[in-house]
């Protein structure tokens, strides 16, 4: 399994599409924080609600399409999956979640070029979007960039200091880029 699909299906397993209400900003704020603070054990359960609170669109129907969405990914209708999250940002260009997602689709279709304009916007709505950024560092592993998904995966352990994912991507790539000094 290729460094992308290892993240695809990471984030496709912590996906999370949640009843209509719109993310609390407040609430993303105070999970953020304890987020900051967390102990190993608790890491995980922090990560899976904030994922549910970026789930919250405020829509019925936004949601139908992300979930739809989702699903296809996981069920392997790539092109299906990205109509129904292209449908979704279409409708609700200021959710996050629908390019993030639909990156995660494109980056199975290995259209990489606009996995990575999604995943641009996905951040300039979300900035502290740890999947965004995690599928972004390993695009750019896959470009043959490493120090730049370096920089990437040093940015997701500011905001999630106990990312096991991230912390084991800075030390191969420290690693490798150590040995490239050589």
Aim: aromatic fraction near 4%; hydrophobic fraction near 50%.
């Amino acid at each position: 399994m290729t460094i992308g699909n290892r993240i695809v299906a990471a984030i496709l397993a912590f996906a999370a599409v949640s009843a209509p209400a719109w993310a609390d900003e407040a609430a993303l704020a105070a999970l953020f924080d304890q987020l900051a603070h967390a102990a190993p054990d608790t890491q995980p359960g922090l990560e899976e609600q904030i994922r549910q609170e970026w789930g919250k669109t405020g829509s019925p129907a936004i949601d139908l399409l992300l979930q739809r969405g989702r699903e296809a990914i996981e069920t392997g209708e790539i092109d299906a999956a990205i109509e129904h999250l292209t449908a979704a940002i279409d409708h609700a260009p200021d959710v996050a979640r629908g390019y993030t997602m639909r990156a995660v689709a494109y980056s199975a279709a290995e259209l990489v070029g606009p996995a990575l304009d999604d995943l641009r916007q996905a951040l300039v709505l979300e900035p502290r979007d740890f999947d965004a950024m995690a599928l972004f560092g390993g695009i750019l592993e896959q470009l043959d960039r490493p120090q730049d998904a370096l920089e990437t995966y040093r940015r997701i352990l500011e905001i999630n200091p106990m990312s096991p994912q991230a912390a084991e991507a800075v030390q191969r790539l420290e690693l490798q880029l150590e040995g490239q000094t050589l």
